[in-house]
């Protein structure tokens, strides 16, 4: 059996699926039922999405009570072909350690919070799969997905409080995803300062700030590790610097997009983008808008190097999200303005999807500032003990240029969906 020893606060939420439209044909009603989550069965031969799936390939949404499913028509009836995609919500009596153990037939991947729980992508006959996680009282995320790979379906999760004794998680415990439910900001607009776009005042210039981007051409900016390239999805479009988006196969889980099918973003045009020059001690200012159910992200410590292949590697992220309708946007630490999967924004500062944020990013001499149409919304210090500690438990404690107090480049995300970004400016600080 395998054993995953996950040392991170989580909140469980069990993902239910979306058919391929728009949040509003989701199962409204039912998800205000207790003790339900959503699942998604889709037509699929096969062990994975493959890329050329049809858009309109039948799927069917149900409403699921448990992760005890043993019989076939507890699944999709006779059918061993499918991919299930769930998500939902896990009510945790007590703050501890808590011992799981997943029983399936086929391949699964089983989340906590967006962290792997159990992951056996070979194709078995019921085998059981151990994992572990430190979780707080109250309600918290999973999600998974699915395939029985031909096999008879089945799918058992059971927990412990000291792993020995295991017991399927009663019926009571599942519940939907309503209590992480996050309101956008709704506070006064920040006002513009009356400047045309990707133009620097009399006052900026005097204040020795300087353009990023001119906004007509990509100047200035190259693919990450790629010095003098840059993908032909990212353009200047409109006085916009716009990351054009891909196609993939899409559908809704409990109101949350989900986007699956393999990508090369080197041979379409994408990956992530930097800026030529590198910069250490810096004032930096731009305005993003994300696409629906979009995700991207702000990074300013990138370290070029090609044992590397994407820029999150060596930086922390400042995250740019839809927090409504992107499964991320159910998670603290993943929202808009967050710093990815460390310290939560407070307060939210985010505009509703379609609306232009504005982003004020400080680092100088090790402390950082993320601020978020006009307020604040969390600071730390690379050099504090604290910050060491929070590293040390985090995914990125083995990636040693990971938040460079020294010079890094600035970098956007090639994260499938589309974003636009202006008035990128810097100021370098003494």
């Known amino acids: ?28 009603a039912n998800n205000n039922e207790l003790g339900r989550y959503e699942a998604v069965f889709i037509d699929v031969k096969n062990t994975m999405i493959p890329e050329d799936i049809d858009p309109n390939v039948l799927k069917e949404e149900r409403l699921l009570k448990n992760v005890n499913l043993v019989d076939t028509d507890q699944f ?9 995609f769930a998500m939902g919500s896990l009510e945790i009596p007590e703050t501890k350690i808590y011992y799981f153990k997943l029983t399936s037939a086929g391949k699964i991947v ?14 078995h006959s019921n085998e059981s799969n151990l994992g572990e996680m430190y979780l707080e009282k109250g309600a918290t995320i999973f999600e998974y997905e699915y395939y029985p790979a031909f096999e008879d379906p089945y799918l058992v999760l059971e927990w412990s409080k000291d792993g020995k004794t295991y017991e399927v998680i009663p019926d ?12 956008n900001w709704t506070g006064t607009e920040v006002e513009s300062d009356g400047i045309q776009d990707n133009v620097l005042s009399e006052k900026e210039k005097k204040d020795s700030w300087e353009l990023l981007f001119d906004g007509k051409t990509t100047n200035g900016w190259h693919t990450y590790n790629k010095p003098g390239m840059i993908g032909s999805k990212w353009k200047a479009k409109d006085g916009m610097l716009v990351f054009e988006g891909r196609d993939r196969f899409e559908f809704f889980v409990a109101g949350r997009k989900i986007e699956l099918g393999p990508v090369n973003k080197a041979l379409d045009g994408g990956e992530d983008i930097v800026s030529d020059r590198s910069f250490e001690n810096f004032e930096l200012t731009l305005e993003w808008w994300i696409s629906e159910a979009g995700n991207n992200g702000i990074f300013y410590t990138v370290q070029e190097d090609e044992i590397y292949d994407e820029v999150w590697k060596t930086s922390p992220e400042m995250q740019i999200m839809d927090n409504q309708k992107h499964k991320d946007g159910l998670i603290n630490k993943h929202r808009a303005g967050d710093l990815y999967d460390l310290i939560e924004s407070d307060p939210i500062r985010v505009k509703p999807q379609g609306k232009w944020n504005k982003v004020r990013i400080v680092k100088n001499k090790g402390k950082v500032e993320h601020w978020l149409n006009g307020s604040k919304v969390l600071a730390y210090d690379v050099h504090s003990s604290a910050w060491k500690d929070l590293i040390s438990k985090s995914k990125f404690k083995d990636l040693t240029e990971f938040a460079s107090s020294g010079p890094g480049r600035i970098g956007f995300q090639d994260h499938d969906n589309i974003v636009r970004f202006k008035n990128i400016k810097i100021k370098k600080l003494d």
């Open 76 to 84: 999709w009836g006779t059918k061993k072909d499918f991919g299930l």
């Open 1 to 28: 059996m395998k054993r995953i020893r996950l040392l991170a606060l989580i909140v469980i939420v069990v993902v239910g699926c979306k058919d391929q439209k728009n949040d509003t044909d989701h199962l409204e």
């Open 172 to 183: 009571a415990t599942f519940n939907n995803l309503d209590a992480f439910s996050v309101d």
């Open 110 to 123: 089983f989340k906590l919070n967006n962290k792997d729980l159990v992951k056996n992508n070979v194709v």
